[in-house]
């Protein structure tokens, strides 16, 4: 009887280990809501930063820095839930160079400054959400037999 389950768990993880092999159909939906997710997060760094509550250069570099951090964690966390996983070096990478972007584009915006905060906020959270997209797969997790090479399930088979 063991040697049976055992089969079957072993052919069910050969069948995982291949679906995992090919990542997730494209969700536009996952990828508008993870980029939600990260500019709301950003958001209120950049609105500090535009009503000009930094003067100093190290005061905009860390709130931002901070900032941009704080939302590749938050586009991280909506880009993979449910049964899917992604790098979050790719996330965190994608929300740095975004990040660059939206300062260089924001400092050369004119005078309005819901224009600036919106362009601080976005681009870090589409660089964060096209990491997590291009690096997304299936989360699978390996099926483990107790201690004795039976199954624990209230007891031993």
Known sequence: MQAAIFAILLAGS??????DDVPPPASP???A???LVGAAIV???????VDGGCEEGVCVVGTYALG?????IGVYVAGT???????????LGGALLGGLVGFHAASEATDNDDAAAFLLAVPPAIGAGLGVTFTRRYDVQPLALA?????AVGGRF
Not at 43 to 49: G, K
Request: net charge negative; proline share 2%; no cysteine.
């Open 43 to 49: 958001l209120p760094a950049a609105h500090h930063l």
């Open 29 to 31: 939906g996952r990828f």
């Open 81 to 91: 839930a449910g049964d899917q996983t992604g790098s979050y070096a790719a996330t």
């Open 14 to 19: 050969a069948a995982a280990a291949a679906e």
């Open 147 to 151: 201690h004795g090479g039976g199954l």
């Open 33 to 35: 809501a993870s980029v």
């Open 68 to 72: 941009v951090a704080a939302a590749s």
